[in-house]
């Protein structure tokens, strides 16, 4: 089994996982505003482009640590987003992504095109996700709780 993760994590690019839709958002756009978007599109962060240029990422942690105590919520995301941004490009493979967000702490990565615009971001669950996919039978087989254990036969 560790053969086969390793082989998908050095094989499978980003490309290849699913796209997740991305909001974004101008410098100027409001913490009310970015809190309502998150709301409305069931999403967890929001990319701020200026000029076709990806200059912030605004994420849940971001609402939890720099906003509950402080913000305002008619001050510009450009505030309070992160500006240094770490991104991955769609043919990055997908070790790539996990070292990162490992190693940076961050649970989710823009994608970027060649010029650096964003188009897209993945999550620690898409890459979950995708190790799932090839191994269906052994992730539908688990019990509900991984920590239980059988004390007698089941079945008839």
């Given at each position: 089994?560790?053969?086969?993760?390793?082989?998908?994590?050095?094989s499978v690019v980003i490309n290849e996982l699913p796209r997740r839709r991305v909001c974004s958002?101008?410098?100027?756009?409001?913490?009310?505003?970015?809190?309502?978007?998150?709301a409305e599109k069931r999403t967890v962060a929001?990319?701020?482009?200026?000029?076709?240029?990806?200059?912030?990422?605004?994420?849940?942690?971001?609402?939890?640590?720099?906003?509950?105590?402080?913000?305002?919520?008619?001050?510009?995301?450009?505030?309070?987003?992160?500006?240094?941004?770490?991104?991955?490009?769609?043919?990055?493979?997908?070790?790539?992504?996990?070292?990162?967000?490992?190693?940076?702490?961050?649970?989710?990565?823009?994608?970027?095109?060649?010029?650096?615009?964003?188009?897209?971001?993945?999550?620690?669950?898409?890459?979950?996700?995708?190790?799932?996919?090839?191994?269906?039978?052994?992730?539908?087989?688990?019990?509900?709780?991984?920590?239980?254990?059988?004390?007698?036969?089941?079945?008839?």
């Open positions: 089994m560790q053969s086969r993760i390793d082989e998908i994590l050095t958002v101008s410098p100027s756009t409001t913490l009310g505003e970015v809190y309502r978007l998150l929001v990319l701020v482009h200026e000029d076709d240029e990806l200059v912030g990422i605004f994420t849940e942690r971001d609402v939890l640590n720099r906003t509950v105590l402080e913000g305002d919520v008619e001050a510009p995301i450009s505030e309070v987003m992160t500006r240094e941004i770490t991104t991955v490009k769609a043919d990055d493979g997908i070790a790539t992504a996990i070292s990162i967000m490992t190693e940076k702490r961050i649970r989710h990565l823009p994608l970027v095109d060649s010029n650096g615009r964003g188009r897209g971001m993945i999550g620690g669950r898409d890459v979950l996700r995708l190790i799932a996919d090839y191994y269906p039978e052994t992730l539908l087989n688990l019990p509900p709780r991984l920590d239980q254990k059988l004390t007698r036969p089941e079945g008839g």
